[in-house]
């Protein structure tokens, strides 16, 4: 299915679920095979643990807490096979799988733009010998990637690797794709990229501490989202280091990757 404003990734229907959509085979290089491998391992995990989170709490609310002696604030022994426990009352379990995703949720987030900077590495690694450089390979990568801004980083990499990049081009790649940041709509990927950015340095360097100690939570539907964004910006940078390189893209199912 062709890409439009109303389907900007020209998603197909889910064959499960006639009203629901699913991204379409691309063309990948291994190391964008491999990026998708390991955001469909994060979401996974993420949606199974919220699952599991839902069952605990609606067993515990209707079956275990009410038979309990001292009901919500009677201690409860989790044991593990290993022989590792904890004792939580009930209402503390309760509390944490109401929400407790919040910390997993961000996590997650981060994970997931670990993984795009790993997709990044791949291809550097691949791709700095087949231009002369073949020592110091994770300094040079750093060096782009610890750039402060992710438009000087398309183009450092467009200065040491000669991939083409050019900022008009990757903006009309997300043009019918729609990129809103609390409230604020971005034409351009790599600014909207930029605040994704500032919002993971704030998970892992400030404990996700916002103003007036209040915490930063990432909405379990936004990975959807984010998932969706990837996408479209590596298929961009993959056609770029495949027409530099010549490296093959396989046809692939981002769900089966």
Same mark, same amino acid.
């Given at each position: 299915?062709?890409?439009?404003?109303?389907?900007?990734?020209?998603?197909?229907?889910?064959?499960?679920?006639?009203?629901?959509?699913?991204?379409?085979?691309?063309?990948?290089?291994?190391?964008?095979?491999?990026?998708?491998?390991?955001?469909?391992? &994060?979401?996974?995990?993420? +949606?199974?643990?919220?699952?599991?989170?839902?069952?605990?709490?609606?067993?515990?609310?209707?079956?275990?807490?009410?038979?309990?002696?001292?009901?919500?604030?009677?201690?409860?022994?989790?044991?593990?096979?290993?022989?590792?426990f904890i004792v939580l009352t009930a209402s503390r379990i309760i509390?944490?799988?109401?929400?407790?995703?919040?910390?997993?949720?961000?996590?997650?987030?981060?994970?997931?733009?670990?993984?795009?900077?790993?997709?990044?590495?791949?291809?550097?690694?691949?791709?700095?010998?087949?231009?002369?450089?073949?020592?110091? &390979?994770?300094?040079?990568?750093?060096?782009?990637?610890?750039?402060?801004?992710?438009?000087?980083?398309?183009?450092?990499?467009?200065?040491?690797?000669?991939?083409?990049?050019?900022?008009?081009?990757? &903006?009309?790649?997300?043009?019918?794709?729609?990129?809103?940041?609390?409230?604020?709509?971005?034409?351009?990927?790599?600014?909207?990229?930029?605040?994704?950015?500032?919002?993971?340095?704030?998970?892992?360097?400030?404990?996700?501490?916002?103003?007036?100690?209040?915490?930063?939570?990432?909405?379990?539907?936004? +990975?959807?989202?984010?998932?969706?964004?990837?996408?479209?910006?590596?298929?961009? &940078?993959?056609?770029?280091?495949?027409?530099?390189?010549?490296?093959?893209?396989?046809?692939?199912?981002?769900?089966?990757?």
């Open positions: 299915m062709t890409s439009t404003r109303d389907n900007p990734l020209g998603m197909v229907p889910d064959p499960f679920a006639g009203n629901a959509f699913v991204l379409s085979k691309t063309d990948c290089t291994e190391e964008r095979r491999q990026f998708f491998r390991r955001m469909n391992e &994060i979401q996974t995990f993420l +949606f199974i643990t919220k699952h599991s989170f839902d069952v605990c709490r609606e067993k515990y609310d209707n079956n275990i807490i009410p038979a309990l002696p001292f009901k919500a604030n009677t201690p409860i022994k989790l044991a593990m096979d290993s022989g590792n509390e944490m799988t109401t929400n407790g995703i919040n910390p997993l949720t961000r996590q997650a987030f981060v994970m997931f733009y670990g993984s795009f900077e790993t997709y990044l590495f791949q291809l550097f690694e691949r791709s700095f010998p087949l231009v002369g450089v073949t020592e110091n &390979i994770l300094d040079k990568s750093r060096d782009i990637l610890m750039l402060k801004k992710w438009d000087g980083k398309f183009c450092k990499m467009n200065e040491v690797l000669g991939i083409n990049y050019k900022a008009g081009d990757l &903006i009309n790649h997300f043009q019918t794709f729609e990129m809103d940041f609390e409230g604020k709509k971005h034409r351009n990927p790599l600014t909207f990229l930029d605040e994704i950015t500032q919002v993971r340095h704030r998970i892992v360097h400030a404990s996700s501490l916002l103003e007036n100690a209040k915490l930063i939570i990432i909405d379990m539907n936004s +990975f959807h989202g984010f998932f969706g964004f990837f996408f479209l910006l590596t298929d961009y &940078i993959d056609n770029l280091f495949a027409s530099k390189f010549g490296y093959a893209r396989t046809t692939t199912n981002p769900e089966e990757a």
